[in-house]
């Protein structure tokens, strides 16, 4: 098991910045592959971005890459989303996730390749 929770959402100006992120419980952080899912209202849940368990390998979706960057630090148990550029349609509630499963990139994408699951924070962008 292990229990997620994230921090640093809030409301921001288009074209601004915020920098999510999701500290993990557990001692064995380092063995999941961690991801970001967003859920705007009447929409959904998108696939964000993903990172490797050693953190060597990302992926993002379209409307993310250039603007989003996915990281981790092991020795501290968390995972960020540094989101720039951001834009009204970036506003939703976003989520991050804990795989306990060797990196795919076929299936990282989906959500049902995650085990575990944060409570998810708002990040608004106002126009």
């Known amino acids: 098991q292990v229990h997620l929770v994230e921090s640093g959402g809030g409301l921001v100006q288009a074209g601004g910045s915020l920098r999510l992120s999701c500290a993990a419980s557990?001692?064995?952080?380092?063995?999941?592959?961690m991801g970001w899912f967003r859920q705007a209202p009447g929409k959904a849940r998108e696939f964000v971005a993903a990172i490797s368990r050693s953190g060597s390998s990302t992926y993002y979706t379209d409307s993310a890459k250039g603007r989003f960057t996915i990281s981790r630090d092991n020795a501290k148990n968390t995972v960020f989303l540094q989101m720039g550029s951001l834009k009204p349609e970036d506003t939703a509630v976003y989520c991050c996730?804990?795989?306990?499963?060797?990196?795919?990139?076929?299936?990282?994408?989906?959500?049902?390749?995650?085990?575990?699951w944060g409570q998810g924070t708002q990040v608004t962008v106002s126009s």
């Open positions: 557990g001692r064995t952080f380092s063995t999941y592959v």
């Open positions: 996730a804990a795989a306990d499963r060797y990196w795919i990139p076929t299936s990282i994408r989906g959500w049902t390749s995650y085990d575990y």
